[in-house]
């Protein structure tokens, strides 16, 4: 398996990258902003992607978005093709992504927002800590991307103050990142059983 840094010849991936983010988002039955091919091929020609490759089939992809200037970044998109699954190369491509984002952005705060336990994991694992959405990037684009979500409701019914997803963050500042507002373990088991009763709220709506 080779996880490198996508780049132009890689744009022949573009398509399925996309249709196998859909589809991963329907057998779980999470909200998830939809990317275009278009979009994807963006972020491989500027140099913030990494895809995984068993020879020349797809394996697995994520991305880097840059938010409020270079002050955020965020590592998103982050697929493992249903082939590759179960076998610890999402873990990889996070750590993979992860390096590419120091090593480009090194004075940014490092986010991301998921559904997914397994990668509210890998995120631990890496250094992030889960804090609440006031700690994010404030730019408005960044929530604009989650209109496609089906939970976006939950979002602007709480003024952007939380959602379905957890927010995680990892600041490079040791100073900056002891005064992060961190959710606690407790604070931490209210909000996931707050979220349960808004996925139960929406099963019923739907």
Sequence with gaps: MNIIVANAS??????IICDTIAESAKVRGTGIAKRTPDYIKK????????????????AGFCYIEIWGHGKYVANSGLIVHPNYRAQGLAKKIKARIFKLSQDKFPKAKIFGITTGL???????ELGYKPVTFSE????????????TCKNFDVLTRTNQKMCLCTGMLYDPD???????????????SRLKSIKQQLFLKKDKNE
């Design 118 to 124: 397994p990668v509210m994991k890998i995120n631990y």
């Design 10 to 15: 890689h744009f022949i991936y573009a398509d």
């Design 174 to 188: 040791p100073e900056g990142n002891k005064n992060l507002k961190k959710i606690s373990g407790n604070a931490f």
């Design 43 to 58: 972020k491989v020609e500027n140099g913030n992607a990494v895809i995984a490759l068993d020879g020349e089939n797809f």
């Design 136 to 147: 994010l990037t404030d730019d408005p684009e960044f929530w604009k991307g989650c209109k």
